[in-house]
């Protein structure tokens, strides 16, 4: 079935843009999870939400080659294009990485590739499947500086860095594409020392099981299956609590539960059995079991959910898909408090959202002046003591969702 629009539309106020999120996000979350054969019935408005939507998740290219069904006409040819750039940003990263293994077999540092790369060499996603904003990486601490070395020799520099990575660009970095994918866009690598995500203030670390366990210099794989299952479940754990969590997550570990071996869960049971408390990892596989059916044992969702508290579990239970990732509208005020292990926890969260440490500070202006999202409204450069006010007054809409919902109604201009 092919749908029909006219002309385009303009950008609705909030309170309709809300609702239109959250249907537009839900079916195209089953439609990727479950394919059906009729198009929906929506508007321009909603067709172009639709965009905005599936850029924001990352599932464009995916829904290029699964729906089953065919959407009006610039809906179909965004799509495409989608897939047709990311296949060619592929080939680029694929080459870039091939430079960085042998540069690093020659220096003799052994580094992983994380996520997206892994996946992409597992085979679980063809070329042009997946979008890979970067290059994340991994390397021991004691081969951080030779590694940023070898990046800076190789014609990277390094343009950011948090307490999650260090961010490398190339030196002569192209501007972005306000919106999608695109062939052009540069290459940025992310370097880790240590695989670790704030939820949403206690720091959880699961670097010692994500290390190769016999590394080697040049590019290694993940330990197994379940070290990268580890890694994928901390990071939508950690995208779920600020409401950063893609669709396209949701497909990565669903692609790599249905490879999982019982020997691969096992490895998961049995780490929680001795005592290392995967407390983090329930939430997102069991949000990821509402759309994608009998990808995990019932044993091991069993074992995860005893490990999860009750107060987390009972609350991201009960939160949709949307209230969860970049299709939530709103800023709130404390994102995440939910993921607190303790009410000093809880305490200390809240305080940091409220009294900010300066680095943290510093590293809100610099993006405010940097990324095109944070330049769209004045709430990026925003003083804290206006935040709050702003928190307790009224509700701020999120940053980044309206700069990919603006930036889709340009594009269908």
Request: hydrophobic share 45%.
């Amino acid at each position: 079935m092919r749908a029909t629009v006219s002309k385009a539309v303009e950008v609705p106020p909030p309170a309709t843009l809300n609702l239109t999120l959250c249907e537009v996000t839900e079916r195209l979350a089953r439609e990727l999870a479950n394919p059906t054969q009729n198009a929906p019935d929506w508007s321009e408005y909603e067709w172009t939400m639709a965009r905005a939507v599936a850029a924001m998740h990352g599932i464009s290219p995916l829904l290029s080659r699964s729906l089953r069904w065919q959407g009006p006409s610039g809906w179909t040819r965004f799509l495409d294009e989608q897939r047709i750039h990311t296949a060619a940003r592929h080939a680029r990263v694929q080459t870039v990485l091939a430079s960085i293994g042998h540069e690093a077999r020659e220096a003799g540092i052994a580094v992983t590739p994380l996520k997206g790369a892994a996946l992409h060499q597992l085979g679980l996603y063809a070329a042009g499947d997946r979008p890979m904003a970067d290059i994340d990486l991994l390397v021991r601490p004691v081969d951080v500086q030779r590694m940023s070395a070898l990046l800076v020799s190789s014609g990277f520099r390094q343009s950011g860095e948090t307490w999650k990575e260090r961010v490398f660009t190339v030196i002569e970095e192209l501007t972005p594409a306000e919106f999608g994918e695109h062939a052009n866009n540069s290459v940025k690598i992310e370097l880790h020392e240590r695989i670790c995500e704030k939820l949403p203030w206690r720091m959880t670390d699961v670097s010692e099981f994500i290390y190769p366990l016999q590394p080697r210099p040049g590019l290694n794989a993940y330990p197994s299956n379940g070290a990268l299952m580890r890694h994928l479940l901390l990071h939508a754990a950690g995208s779920m609590a600020f409401q950063g969590l893609r669709i396209l997550q949701l497909h990565d570990i669903a692609l790599l539960a249905a490879r999982m071996s019982e020997s691969d869960w096992n490895e998961i049971v049995t780490v929680s059995s001795r005592g290392v408390r995967l407390w983090w990892a329930f939430p997102p596989l069991q949000l990821m079991s509402r759309y994608y059916e009998s990808r995990v044992p019932a044993r091991v969702l069993a074992a995860l959910r005893d490990d999860c508290s009750y107060f987390l579990r009972a609350l991201t239970t009960r939160k949709s898909l949307i209230e969860v990732s970049y299709s939530y509208l709103w800023v709130k005020a404390f994102p995440g408090i939910e993921w607190s292990q303790s009410i000093l926890e809880m305490l200390g969260y809240a305080a940091s959202r409220v009294r900010p440490k300066a680095k943290h500070v510093a590293h809100r202006q610099r993006i405010a002046k940097t990324e095109a999202w944070a330049k769209q409204g004045p709430w990026s450069s925003m003083s804290q003591g206006r935040r709050i006010l702003r928190w307790l007054v009224s509700r701020q809409t999120r940053p980044t969702t309206m700069h990919a919902i603006s930036a889709a109604f340009t594009e269908a201009q």
